[in-house]
């Protein structure tokens, strides 16, 4: 029960860190071009966790463990890469709900297949922590041609294979893996930003809130991993996918945007999922 309650501590921390970290990087991105943005909050965290490692005297990790923290942080590149540009073409509204499902879906499919199913109370859950991860991120008026689709797709997967992959990571480790995935992620989006001849780095006046959202990414994947270490993937992996509750409610409150019905709905879905996980 102790390292299942720890799970659940950890994994809502990590929606907590994540859902703030996406409000601030989205805030950037309304002044800057997205992939410096993502680039730049990648350098801060790069900086910050190899910082902590060694304050940490954490131990050098296998090479094994290196490369699952390289492959997870590849994962993630391509699903940043795949999910804004399945917003710039398609719509917000069915998108990202696609995205957001598979994120916690593709974990679930394989802890069922590795660990095999939980029980009945947290399998009810499991679905509806999945519905609300589809209200809370659909904003009204989402209507027509589902474009980017196949994209949104390929994000999901993306999102959800780094959930799988730095879960995998030895016990006792947790900052040099992560920092070896925030170096091969920073590496791919320097060399879409060269490809794509667009500026490094972001404006002096959004570096601060860049810093912010990077910052916050870090203490995500970290709540991430220890709630991995914790007790089952899947669990965390649900929880910390509840991040989309955040960035609305901070949405509403700072940005003064509306919540929908059905934000609100998934919102109270998902307040309700987390004891029923929690058993």
Known sequence: MSNNLGTVAFGLAASLSWGAGDFSGGLATRRANVFSVVFAAHVTGLV?????????????????????????????????????????????????PVTGVLTAAVPVL???????????????????????????????????????LGLALLAGLGFGSFLILIGQVSHGVIFWPLASAR????????????????????????????????TLDVAGNAFFV???????????????????????LLAGIILRERVTRLQALGILSALVAIPLISV
Not at 68 to 76: F, I, K, Q, S, V
Not at 128 to 145: E, H, Q, Y
Not at 183 to 192: K, N, P, V
Not at 226 to 248: K, N
């Open 48 to 96: 910050l966790l190899i910082a902590l490692a060694l304050a940490r005297s954490e131990p050098v990790p296998s090479a094994l463990d290196i490369v699952w923290g390289c492959t997870a942080g590849l994962a993630g590149a391509v699903g940043i890469v795949a999910f804004y540009r399945a917003l710039a073409i398609g719509r917000m509204g069915i998108n990202a």
């Open 110 to 148: 394989f802890s069922a297949f590795t660990i095999g199913l939980p029980h009945l109370i947290q399998l009810v859950g499991f679905v509806l922590a999945l519905l609300s991860v589809g209200l809370i991120s659909r904003p009204a008026g989402a209507m027509g041609r589902p474009e980017g």
């Open 183 to 214: 170096l091969s992620s920073s590496l791919f989006m320097l060399a879409i930003i060269l490809t794509r001849r667009q500026e490094v780095l972001p404006k002096k006046t959004v570096i601060p809130i860049v810093h912010l959202a990077g």
């Open 226 to 248: 220890l709630a991995a270490h914790a007790g089952r993937l899947d669990v965390a992996a649900i929880l910390s996918a509840l991040y989309p509750a955040v960035t609305v």
